[in-house]
């Protein structure tokens, strides 16, 4: 089925916008007697986008916020965007999905799959130091035996380098990819390699380097070639002051006014901040995430290498956040999210990306105090959930069969008892002697008298299947993985 991303305009101020659902795929014959609704018209995704939109309309009257666009990706559609408040309050502009905002720390998602991109093609490895690439890469080390930094240190936070190339925060000017090289051997290193999580826009600044020096392009032509063109990025550039940008606002202040910004160019540090794009153009970088089978066409890595991407690297002191390559990783309640968030005078932005349910949010706003993160996560938790659980594939559920209750009982090895016990139409394994009742693994059933050893932690046989063997119509043993255990006879 094609890929569809739906826009909306906004016809007026926050309360006023239009959106519309993406057509349903096709119908085969013989599913016309029970069409599938698509995910956009479920009334459960529609009342959450109404729940939210109540919301951020809310937090846009009292906090005095310019303007937000969200979007909520399933898989490769886009199936929400909206448009809320002004691209430009003093021109009475509203806000529309089409409307472009400096992505900021996001540029950082895209140097880091232009590296992998490289690996792929054999041009770089994530173990290579940084002055295999840039010769001139040295500065002051922070103890005596650190040994070199990685790409991969630059590239998940870990390579204990400066955050910043000066005070282009405060100034806004940004220092050329010359005056960057020149600073590097000034530079001290604030901790050695993989001691600390340590964010550092520095850090992927020279990533950006690495990218074309082992590539021989600019590294805004190699983004542009390799990942805006194969998606279909068709409003999204590097470091352009392109038409059509949603205006810039900074802080609301005690007067309640805000400074409005114009274009401010990234300059050497384009790989750290310097990529405009638009909610639709995010969305399909976002649906990239899901894609699998080797690199090619919208495929912008392979699968493993996207698996490499998500994979949590480096964590904060706390634990409870961390990085992966290039994605920041969260952890909320339950839920693993990868993404990642961006400010840049005037804008600031967020994406979150749930993994397993195959669904991704965006916020874009144009207030650097509008906090998207914290709107991102009321999107996902709302529409974003109501989706995921409208979209994810069931998986196929095997039929209980009341003659498995004869696999409960205690089986005995070497090393321990186990207790296969009957719930209501579920077998569980727990360790009888164990000090608590937590965590119980799951026998979930896969046919044949077979299940699977499910449960939450990796240790054990997690995944493998757990089978019975019965003689004369008695179980006997029960095989996890590779190992078994005998069958205790029952004593009555």
């Known amino acids: 089925m094609p890929r569809r991303f739906v826009a909306a305009p906004v016809l007026a101020l926050a309360l006023a916008s239009l959106f519309w659902p993406v057509a349903a795929a096709p119908v085969r014959a013989q599913d016309r007697e029970a069409p599938v609704a698509p995910i956009a018209a479920d009334p459960e995704v529609l009342g959450q986008e109404r729940l939210f939109s109540a919301w951020l309309e809310g937090q846009i009257a009292y906090r005095e916020l310019p303007g937000v666009v969200v979007g909520v990706v399933a898989g490769d559609e886009l199936v929400w965007v909206k448009g809320f408040g002004f691209a430009d309050v003093a021109a009475k502009r509203p806000m529309t999905p089409q409307m472009k905002f400096r992505m900021a720390s996001h540029s950082k998602l895209f140097t880091a799959t232009a590296i992998m991109q490289l690996r792929e093609m054999g041009k770089v490895r994530l173990d290579d130091p940084v002055s295999q690439h840039l010769p001139w890469f040295r500065m002051t080390p922070a103890g005596d035996d650190d040994g070199p930094i990685t790409v991969e240190q630059l590239l998940t936070h870990s390579s204990g380098l400066q955050r910043e190339a000066g005070d282009h925060w405060t100034t806004y000017e940004f220092p050329t990819t010359g005056q960057l090289r020149e600073l590097m051997s000034a530079r001290s290193a604030a901790f050695a390699p993989q001691v600390r999580w340590k964010y550092s826009n520095l850090a992927y600044s020279v990533a950006g380097l690495v990218v074309e020096a082992a590539s021989g392009m600019r590294w805004a032509d190699f983004v542009t070639r390799n990942i805006f063109t194969p998606l279909g990025m068709t409003s999204s550039s590097v470091d352009v002051d392109a038409p059509g940008m949603a205006t810039g606002y900074g802080r609301r202040m005690p007067d309640g006014t805000r400074q409005s910004f114009g274009f401010i160019d990234a300059r050497g540090m384009a790989a750290a901040t310097g990529i405009t794009s638009t909610v639709e153009d995010m969305a399909k970088f976002v649906s990239a995430q899901f894609r699998r089978g080797a690199r090619g066409g919208d495929r912008l890595l392979g699968t493993g290498s996207l698996r490499e991407m998500h994979r949590v690297r480096s964590v904060e002191e706390t634990w409870t956040n961390g990085n992966a390559i290039g994605f920041s990783v969260s952890r909320v309640g339950e839920k693993t999210y990868v993404g990642h968030g961006g400010s840049y005078p005037g804008y600031t932005t967020q994406t979150l990306i749930q993994l397993d349910g195959r669904v991704g949010v965006i916020v874009l706003t144009n207030a650097q105090d509008?906090?998207?993160?914290?709107?991102?996560?009321?999107?996902?938790?709302?529409?974003?959930?109501?989706?995921?659980?409208?979209?994810?594939?069931?998986?196929?559920?095997?039929?209980?069969?009341?003659?498995?209750?004869?696999?409960?009982?205690?089986?005995?090895?070497?090393?321990?008892?186990?207790?296969?016990?009957?719930?209501?139409?579920?077998?569980?394994?727990?360790?009888?002697?164990?000090?608590?009742?937590?965590?119980?693994?799951?026998?979930?059933?896969?046919?044949?008298?077979?299940?699977?050893?499910?449960?939450?932690?990796?240790?054990?046989?997690?995944?493998?299947?757990?089978?019975?063997?019965?003689?004369?119509?008695?179980?006997?043993?029960?095989?996890?993985?590779?190992?078994?255990a005998d069958r205790v006879p029952d004593v009555r």
Do not use: C
């Not at 991102?376 to 039929?399: D, N």
């Not at 209980?400 to 070497?414: I, K």
């Not at 077979?450 to 990796?458: E, Q, S, V, Y």
């Open 370 to 484: 509008a906090e998207p993160a914290a709107i991102a996560r009321q999107l996902m938790s709302t529409v974003g959930q109501a989706v995921a659980k409208r979209s994810t594939p069931k998986p196929p559920v095997v039929p209980w069969d009341d003659t498995w209750a004869r696999f409960a009982g205690v089986y005995r090895s070497r090393f321990g008892d186990q207790q296969v016990v009957l719930l209501d139409k579920k077998l569980v394994l727990i360790t009888p002697n164990a000090p608590t009742l937590e965590n119980p693994v799951t026998l979930e059933p896969l046919g044949g008298g077979r299940f699977r050893f499910t449960a939450r932690t990796g240790g054990g046989v997690v995944g493998e299947v757990v089978r019975f063997t019965e003689d004369n119509g008695s179980v006997v043993r029960m095989y996890t993985g590779d190992s078994y």
